[in-house]
């Protein structure tokens, strides 16, 4: 019985995600979304912003923008993958970039999923979150 209330606490964990998008806009509705969802949110102005963060911090997955100033979103997620602390964290890329040599290079960089903003709806980003935590 007692194992059973420490799974369950672990399961109540709220989950945490981090945003990285240089668009203060962008970065406010995206946090919005994800917060009113359920989940703790955590943002960073940039992909360097994004990878100092994910060095001192715990996260379940990561939403990035492709486009930033001193590190891009391609950057960043191909940082992670080779980093040694969160190699396997899930990476959505949400970006204004629609062009299939785009998607693949975030899908070579090793992002799990490629959203793109003119497409872009809440519930399909939630959707996505959920399907990778």
Same mark, same amino acid.
Do not use: C
């Given at each position: 019985m007692h194992q059973l209330n420490i799974q369950n606490r672990k399961e109540e964990k709220e989950k945490r995600i981090l945003i990285v998008e240089d668009s203060i806009t962008v970065r406010?509705?995206?946090?919005?979304?994800?917060?009113?969802?359920?989940y703790s949110v955590m943002t960073a102005v940039d992909g360097l912003d994004g990878f100092n963060k994910l060095s001192s911090e715990e996260f379940d997955l990561i939403i990035s923008d492709i486009e930033m100033p001193r590190m891009n979103g391609? &950057?960043?997620? !191909?940082?992670?993958?080779?980093? +040694?602390?969160?190699?396997? %964290?899930?990476v959505i890329l949400v970006t204004a970039l629609e062009?299939? &040599?785009?998607? !693949?290079?975030?899908?070579?960089? +090793?992002?799990?999923?490629? %959203?793109?903003?003119?497409?872009?709806?809440?519930s399909n980003l939630i959707q996505t979150i959920k399907r990778f935590i």
């Open positions: 406010s509705m995206l946090k919005n979304f994800v917060e009113n969802a359920g391609f &950057e960043l997620t !191909k940082r992670v993958r080779e980093s +040694g602390n969160h190699p396997d %964290i899930p062009s299939q &040599e785009d998607m !693949k290079m975030g899908m070579d960089a +090793g992002a799990d999923a490629y %959203i793109v903003k003119s497409s872009f709806e809440k």
